[in-house]
């Protein structure tokens, strides 16, 4: 099984993207499972959302505590939260950052606020990163991703989450 924690500020889709990362498991023939946690909180206050990808169902339904991967949508978080609490040894950390972040674990760092400023026009991230995290992980295929973008959003919102996505998919270096 492999476990996925999102770590992001209210408002910046991290609840859409463990459920977008879920679809996408999915679709390519997993089994998934996406929850967030959140209090009564308001925008701007840190928030989890999980995912759980395996090839079997999944029967635990538990946060979780020892992640395999992080995806970190606000890089500003790590200066107040252990975001790497309970990490894996072996584990990978997506992060939206200006240049490269030293951490104690695998970390590929992406500028994903410059990547949706520029493709989709405005700093919404959660997209850009699931870009990332398919580069990264191989855990979840580009098209699978896109194709629950597709099933989540329409028009010219999921034309341009698919162009972010792709970019993140491209720039990404870890």
Known sequence: MIEIRIHG???QGVVTAAELLAKAAFNNGKYCLAFPKFGPDRTGAPVEAYCRIDDRPIKLRTQIYEPDCL???DQGLAKNIDI???MK???VIIINANGSVKMK???CSIDATQVALDVIGKPIVNTVMLGAFAKATGVITLKSLEKAIYGRFSGKIADSNIAA???AYE???C
């Open 171 to 173: 720039v990404l270096k």
């Open 165 to 167: 996505v792709r970019k």
């Open 84 to 86: 790497t609490n309970g």
């Open 89 to 91: 040894k072996n584990g």
């Open 105 to 107: 674990f695998r970390a």
């Open 71 to 73: 995806i970190v949508l």
């Open 9 to 11: 500020r209210g408002g």
